[in-house]
């Protein structure tokens, strides 16, 4: 095909399957592990990586981790990723899942005995690890349990008390800098320090920070967003946003694999169900809400929140749910004017109209994405962020994301039970800043992961911070996926992609020497040497590109 390229058709664009749209909400639980199984095994990579570099005594586990793999891949064989399998099937996969989860938390696993060999703090301290290749500066870190200070070197930030909607209570404090794919110290501290002072503002009825404004109407939904930077309101004009939806989803064949497009025609607004509301944080870093609602036998449970400096308004959902045959979605009417959708794909992202001009147009009424959608004017815009949802639907300017579906057939209790998502709204600048977005995502679905004693120091004590970083990069729209080693011998494998559509040069500067780097194929074959100039590398990348660098380490 390549020698006579010019002889074959070519598709330019989404080859669209006009069936078995359902598979991307079906079984959400199975979706869940799978989102984070993929994510775990990203750092568990990283840090026996790492380990087996900084640390020479300590062996790389190649068959534990290709038997983590094995675990994963599974599970995402058709039809247990889907949706569309048997009741037997998914209680073999959530065991399989809890096994592999309780493996990967094991404090003699390969994940503890890496992280270990990597960060040597005192006794009471922490290591805080940073998984992607983003800075990550003074950005709020979640602790078990309760403490009154973080205290990195000699400073301390007080701590906060924060909630989720599961009923779970922990604390959270603002980490200074944990750099790029590395590591900071800190420890927990039981002394009292003050308390800052910050502009949020919360009541029953809003969230409010230096940059936004939320407000809520008596039934719990939003009916304004400003952006104090644009002067701008993003919800249209008498709709009201995050409201809950439930439709009746009774799909004429294939009841686990798709939706009929009249799903719509029947639906239930859960605004018009009981519901509790009440102020659950008042700072100093983190303002929430906490909703309440019921609907027939189900119960949800919205921590919805804003933090201090942030364009991102955040919302923690509990679900235990009860109905059949039923797909429950939340609803964004944006007031942009354009009619067309950005929607994350792997290693880049997709356009999508939002009209129904054509028969094309109308059948695309569900639509898969991963962590991100986004609808942007030029200099202004939103996206919905979520950490394991993938179906979602666009009208216009109405964004639904897809949370539940619930078939009978084949599996009768599919997606009945207890259910735990987070999404956010993520206000930006447009068309022009979505690589914002992503960096906006990937800390969603990364947060900073905290390994190591979690006891409280009592008085004053002498934190000594310590950090590390393998690499950065100094372009926002580009990122250094996944750091592991390499299939053959003792070199390191770094995955590399451009994910907002732009050509661009991007200098990688590593944090321990290098003796070469060659640029191959995903298979790591193939060995194009790349210049090492003052420890770094810089890549011409195009549009969506992905390169595999080798890097041979000193």
């Known amino acids: 095909m390549d020698a006579n390229a010019d002889r074959f058709p070519v598709w330019d664009g989404e080859l669209y399957l006009q069936y078995h749209r359902g598979t991307l909400t079906s079984v959400a639980r199975n979706k869940a592990n799978n989102r984070r199984a993929e994510r775990e095994m990203k750092e568990l990579e990283y840090l026996c990586a790492m380990a087996t570099v900084l640390s020479r005594d300590v062996p790389y586990p190649s068959a534990k981790i ?6 994963i891949l599974i599970n995402q064989f058709h ?14 996969s959530d065991a399989e899942y809890d096994s592999l989860f309780a493996a990967l938390e094991s404090a003699n696993g390969p ?19 940073n998984f992607t290749s983003q800075n990550r500066d003074a950005e709020l870190v979640n602790f078990v349990g309760h403490a009154k200070a973080l205290q990195v070197g000699r400073d301390k930030q007080a701590m906060q008390k924060v909630f989720g909607a599961d009923g779970t209570v922990g604390s959270c404090a603002p980490m200074p800098r944990v750099p790029p ?9 039981d002394v009292s320090v003050p308390i800052p002072q910050t502009k949020l503002s919360v009541s029953t009825s809003h969230l409010e920070n230096d940059f936004l404004k939320v407000v809520f109407d008596k039934a719990g939904e939003i009916t304004s967003v400003i952006d104090k930077l644009h002067e701008r309101e993003l919800i249209a004009p008498g709709k009201t946003a995050n409201a809950l939806i439930a439709y009746e989803d009774k799909p ?21 169900e009981p519901k509790n509301i009440e102020v659950l944080e008042t700072g100093p870093y983190r303002a929430a809400i906490r909703i309440e609602r019921t609907y027939a036998s ?68 569900e639509a ?15 996206a919905l962020l979520n950490d394991c949802k993938y179906g979602y639907d666009a009208v216009g300017q109405m964004v639904r994301m897809t949370l539940l579906k619930s078939p009978v057939d084949p599996y009768p209790d599919a997606d009945l039970g207890e259910h735990r998502m987070r999404y956010a709204l993520k206000l930006h600048d447009g068309l022009f800043d979505l690589a914002q977005v992503v960096l906006a995502a990937e800390r969603f679905n990364n947060p ?107």
């Open 66 to 71: 290709a038997e983590f793999w094995d675990i």
């Open 79 to 92: 039809d247990i990723l889907p949706g569309t399998s048997i009741a037997e099937v998914y209680k073999d």
């Open 111 to 129: 994940r503890q005995v890496a992280a270990a060999a990597l960060s040597k703090p005192n006794a009471g301290q922490l290591t805080l690890f």
């Open 181 to 189: 794919l590395g590591w900071a110290t800190a420890q927990l501290s």
């Open 252 to 272: 004429r064949h294939w009841d686990a694999w798709d939706i009929d497009r009249s799903f719509d025609e029947q639906f239930w607004p859960l605004a018009n």
């Open 298 to 365: 189900s119960k949800i449970v919205q921590v919805i929140s804003l933090q201090d400096g942030a364009r991102q308004v955040e919302f923690d959902t509990y679900i235990d749910w009860q109905e059949r045959q039923t797909l429950l979605k939340t609803l964004f009417p944006l007031d942009l004017n354009t009619s067309e959708i950005r929607s994350e794909v792997q290693f880049g992202h997709v356009v999508r109209a939002t009209h129904r001009n054509t028969s094309w147009d109308q059948a695309r009424y």
């Open 368 to 382: 898969s994405m991963h962590r991100w959608v986004d609808m942007s004017e030029p200099d202004f815009g939103a």
């Open 448 to 554: 900073i992961s905290v390994i190591g004693e979690t006891r409280l120091m009592a008085g004053e004590t002498d934190h000594k911070p310590a950090s590390f970083s393998f690499a950065n990069v100094d372009r926002d729209n580009v990122t250094l996926e996944t750091l592991k080693k390499a299939q053959d011998g003792a070199d390191l494998i770094l995955r590399v992609f451009e994910h907002a559509n732009k050509r661009t040069s991007a200098t990688i500067k590593f944090g321990i020497p290098i003796a070469k780097v060659q640029k191959v194929n995903l298979m790591e074959e193939g060995g194009d040497p790349v210049a090492v100039i003052d420890n770094a590398v810089t890549l011409d990348l195009r549009p969506f590109e992905i390169s595999t660098l080798r890097i041979t380490p000193i």
